[in-house]
């Protein structure tokens, strides 16, 4: 099987004074890459204005391209209109679920989602005390326990995790310490170690580091646009 | 007078909740009179409403703009990683 080359970008924040503005580091990726990963926080607000744009921008490229969406896309509370209106231009929006693609007759496997935050072992928020609290860290335990199904289920020759909140600390390095525990969380990175991927991919972590690994030994690359620093990263797997 | 830590969180959540902004990546610290704005943003225009923002949760205080306007370069040869 042929390797697969991966591209991928989140944090975009666009609106409609960016519009054109990022597409046009589009225009090659045909040559470059066989799929497009989209890690979240497309808008700045999360308001479908913003969506437009974001559609506009990633429609009709020559790869498929796969999203999530990130905490910028749930601001308006609007997050199901947005993926829709994605979904109309042909962009796979993930919701905690897994699609595969056929790449030249490999099958590429991406399971994805927003992800969320509590913090790294030892160091983190636990299911205990307020209701507030145990919302919190339920929501983290509900999304880690959907891609560990989603990942038991896949059937790819490869396998990549697309989420918009870190699983590991290694890719926070350059974030104040202090709010490691609202960028992602160890329990997104466990339930991908249990259950095996070739990459994981995330944002959210602007002033974070673009390389990392699990503690199982799973590949962790941080695709903030800020911290790549060009369009999109690429990976070969 | 105000503690400067605090008018640095009263501005950092300005930023973050000002629906002019809603930026979450910028460094805010307060030293010595002066209000420190640091971090990368996505345009020149963006660069100066977080200013605004900032200024109007800190008034009196000198603004000191370090916030570098990030241009988005195409890939080149060479970044791309086998993994």
């Known amino acids: ?237 | 007078m105000e503690a400067p830590q605090y008018v640095a969180a009263r501005v950092q959540s300005a930023l973050a909740e000002d629906e002019r902004t809603h930026e979450l990546g910028i460094r805010v610290d307060v030293r010595g009179g002066q209000l420190f704005l640091r971090g990368r943003v996505t345009g020149e225009e963006r660069r100066l409403l977080i200013a605004d923002v900032a200024r109007e949760a800190a008034p009196g205080l000198t603004v000191r703009n370090e916030i570098v306007v990030m241009e988005v370069r195409d890939p080149e040869p060479g970044q791309e990683e086998t993994l």
Request: net charge negative; with cysteine; aromatic share 6%.
């Open chain 1, 1 to 237: 099987m042929r390797e697969l080359r991966i591209a991928a970008v989140g944090d975009v924040h666009l609106d409609e004074s960016l519009r054109g503005r990022y597409r046009v580091h589009l225009r090659d990726i045909g040559e470059h890459a066989d799929v497009l990963l989209l890690a979240g926080d497309l808008t700045r607000h999360g308001t479908l204005e913003e969506a437009r744009v974001v559609a506009d921008e990633f429609r009709d490229l020559p790869v498929p391209v796969v999203a999530v969406l990130g905490n910028h896309d749930h601001h308006s509370n609007h997050p199901a209109e947005i993926a829709a209106m994605l979904s109309e231009v042909g962009i796979k929006v993930l919701h905690d679920e897994a699609v595969v693609l056929d790449v030249d007759g490999a099958r590429l496997g991406v399971v994805g989602g927003k992800g969320f935050g509590g913090g790294y072992a030892g160091k983190c928020a636990s299911d205990f005390g307020e209701p507030e609290i145990k919302a919190f860290v339920g929501h983290t335990k509900r999304i880690a326990d959907r891609w560990r199904v989603a990942l038991k289920e896949l059937d790819a020759d490869r396998r990549i995790v697309l989420s918009h909140y870190s699983p590991v600390k290694d890719t926070l390095i350059g974030e104040p310490l202090e709010i490691y525990p609202f960028l992602g969380s160890y329990l997104l990175a466990e339930a991908v170690d249990a259950e095996g991927a070739d990459l994981i991919v995330h944002g959210h972590a602007h002033a974070g580091t673009e390389r990392g690994v699990t503690p199982g030994g799973i590949r962790v690359r941080n695709v903030a646009l800020p911290v790549l620093g060009r369009a999109y990263g690429l990976y070969r797997l």
